[in-house]
Nanobody, 128 residues
Framework: EVRLVESGGGLVQAGGSLRLSCVTS????????IGWFREAPGKEEEGVAC????????YYADSVKGRFTIFGDAAKKTTDLQLDSLKPEDTAMYHC?????????????????????WGRGAQVTVSP
């Protein structure tokens, strides 16, 4: 059984930083991808970033490019998401997911977002 557990959310002022972590278990394949997506009330689900385990290639949504960085530990099968220069519009529940198509930034578009396993999420709240 594949499980993902997020941690590291919190409340921060605009311009601040947070780091989210995603710990996985049950992933048996060494060739996999992990992605982050977020959900906010009244907004469409949005893919944020993803990383491939084999070559470490990463992709980002345009809304977070240059502010968020995804890191992967292939041996531990964990992923971190560093959130810098946070804005109030970044407020959302952030989930990590696997069995995730991560071949281009198009895979993060709402209409293309697809995954089979995801965690319960970590809340990020950014105050003005």
């Amino acid at each position: 059984e594949v499980r993902l557990v997020e941690s590291g959310g919190g409340l921060v002022q605009a311009g601040g930083s947070l780091r989210l972590s995603c710990v996985t278990s049950g992933i048996t394949d060494d060739d996999y991808a992990i992605g982050w997506f977020r959900e906010a009330p009244g907004k469409e689900e949005e893919g944020v970033a993803c990383i491939n385990s084999v070559d470490g290639t990463t992709y980002y949504a345009d809304s977070v490019k240059g502010r968020f960085t995804i890191f992967g530990d292939a041996a531990k099968k964990t992923t971190d998401l560093q959130l810098d220069s946070l804005k109030p519009e970044d407020t959302a529940m952030y989930h990590c997911a696997t069995d995730f198509d991560c071949r281009s930034s198009d895979d993060l578009l709402p209409n293309n977002l697809a995954y089979d396993f995801w965690g319960r999420g970590a809340q990020v709240t950014v105050s003005p």
